[in-house]
């Protein structure tokens, strides 16, 4: 959304450099290529697995140039820029998620842009959105967020409490679950990120070979730009990258 002031122009390609435009259209074919490459690796193929971009503070011209190059699945970590880059980017086909936390007071301003919310993580979160869903007459889709790696500082439900808060939200119709989504533990070595990768595919099996989660939500979303391809080999159908398409994040 422009701010007073600001040109026009600025949320678009046309105020990017040439090479800055190039640079982000060679990256995105890279990373294509490399979960082409992972999931083909592990007897799946390219279309088994989505590539979601991770635009946390990456301003709409940049997002369009990779909108305009293919790639349709954004994802944000903050309501506010959820709600501040959606007029710049609604004349393009692209579906939104959110993948960061989500405070009760701002699930209106939410479920105005996302189509998806990847961080429902809690019993009372799930009834704040169904209920706001009932009166607007809409539906939302949701990932269930896992805290497979058990890291204090991090969001999501521990996985043996799982189950229980699938069951709680049967009766949330309002909402479809997709699957499983986590961050996985920080590691310098395989060996060190697989573990929380693998957890949450395992328990994904577990959820629906009892009947607990359905057949039908079977994704699972993990993998970012340091460790997709790990990711996707222990079946994630949906990475989340940012930084090697766009490059560093900039705080300023």
Known sequence: MSSPGTPESQNTPESLAPDA?????????EVATRAAAAAEA???????????????????AKIRVALEHGFTLIGENKVQELVGKADDLADLDHEAHLIGPLQKNKVNHTLRHAHCIQSVDNLELATKINNRLEVLDQTVDFFVQVNTSREDSKSGIAPEETEALISELRDHTRMRLRGLMTIGLPGRTPEEIRPSYADLRELSEKLIASGAMSTDATELSMGMSNDFELAIAEGATMVRVGSSVFGARDYT
């Open 21 to 29: 435009i190039a640079s982000i259209r060679d990256n995105l074919d």
């Open 42 to 60: 592990n007897g799946r193929t390219s279309d088994d697995v989505k590539v979601l971009l991770a635009t946390k503070t990456q301003p709409a």
